[in-house]
């Protein structure tokens, strides 16, 4: 996965991996958390192939489609992270809380391959 902060436009953040990119990109106002643009980039065929087959261009072109973010009401919880990782802020949601999550995630998980209700917190042995 590559990350791009770093462009002529105002605000210019894209993710890249190996079958797509997403793109958020504001041109008139950095400070905002819903981004005038958003969307979703798919490559014809995975980076991986396009290496191994030794493609002249070296980067794919990706078919950009738009993601309405009309409902969004906050910052994300990508956006929050990627703040934090820029500015040492807090992100909305912290490692602590997350651990929690998958605590509750993985009873529910350990709970249906056991058949029969577990505990929280679970028994590390």
């Not at 958390?33 to 072109?61: C, E, K, M, N």
């Not at 919880?77 to 912290?94: N, V």
Request: aromatic content about 6%.
């Amino acid at each position: 996965m590559q990350l791009s902060t770093v462009s002529h436009r105002l605000n210019y953040r894209q993710f890249a991996g190996d079958k797509g990119a997403i793109l958020f990109q504001d041109e008139i106002n950095a400070n905002v958390h819903i981004p005038q643009v958003f969307r979703l980039g798919l490559y014809d065929r995975p980076i991986a192939d396009i290496i191994q087959d030794g493609s002249p261009t070296g980067q794919p072109q990706p078919d950009w489609r738009p993601v309405d973010c009309g409902d969004a009401t906050g910052p994300s919880l990508l956006d929050s992270f990627i703040d934090a990782c820029l500015d040492g802020g807090q992100p909305i949601s912290s490692g602590a809380s997350a651990l929690i999550t998958l605590e509750l995630i993985n009873a529910i998980i350990l709970s249906g391959v056991r058949k029969k209700h577990v505990e929280l917190p679970l028994d590390r042995n």
